[in-house]
């Protein structure tokens, strides 16, 4: 296979570098006719679609990161495909959430009528994913006392606590998830 290219560059003579430019250009006009040519032809592909998750989250915080798309797969023209998979003139889904902590999984058939009635040039064939995780908790807010427990502070040979331990925080809160 490398003789028989080598061969066949050692055949092509440049001899003007006019002839060189000219040969590029013809196959750069090929290769554009050649790509508008299979854009114009029907595809199925899979895409990633938008989601856009909404719930309170002042009283809700998430632990696990959300799915910020799902992949479905879809049929349609190669420009509307190549501009789906661009994200281009695509609108997101919202999936209002109203009590998040009991949603733990969503199946992906349950979207397939909104994911439908948002898709414009393109014909939705199934979901590819089966099933959303969601991990999302209450928010909690806890305070802490803080003291220092100075009977475990280890010092070296010969050093001693020869005063009280001071600290400005006597008391931290912290928030976060519940479970």
């Known amino acids: ?17 006019e002839n060189l430019r000219v040969v590029f250009l013809a196959v750069a006009t090929a290769a554009i006719f050649w790509l508008f040519n299979a854009l114009n032809k029907e595809y199925d592909a899979t895409v990633g ?12 915080i998430v632990v696990d990161k959300l799915p910020t798309s799902i992949r479905i797969n879809v049929k349609g023209l190669g420009w509307n495909l190549l501009r ?27 979207l397939t009528n909104r994911v439908d009635d948002n898709l414009e040039e393109l014909q939705l064939n199934y979901i590819y ?8 908790e209450p928010r909690e807010s806890r305070s802490f006392g803080i003291y220092i427990d100075s009977t475990n502070i280890s ?8 005063s009280p331990v001071n600290y ?12």
């Open 1 to 17: 296979m490398r003789s028989r290219i080598s061969k066949l560059l050692s055949r092509i003579k440049v001899n003007k570098p």
């Open 49 to 60: 679609y938008p989601v856009i998750w909404e719930f309170d989250s002042e009283q809700y």
């Open 84 to 110: 789906a998979s661009l994200g281009l003139k695509v609108t997101a889904i919202n999936i209002a959430l109203s009590n998040p902590a009991l949603n733990k999984k969503i199946p992906g058939v349950s």
């Open 129 to 136: 994913d089966d099933t959303l995780h969601l991990n999302i």
């Open 155 to 162: 010092l070296a040979e010969n050093y001693r606590i020869t």
């Open 168 to 179: 400005d925080i006597h008391l931290m809160e912290l928030e976060g998830p519940r479970n």
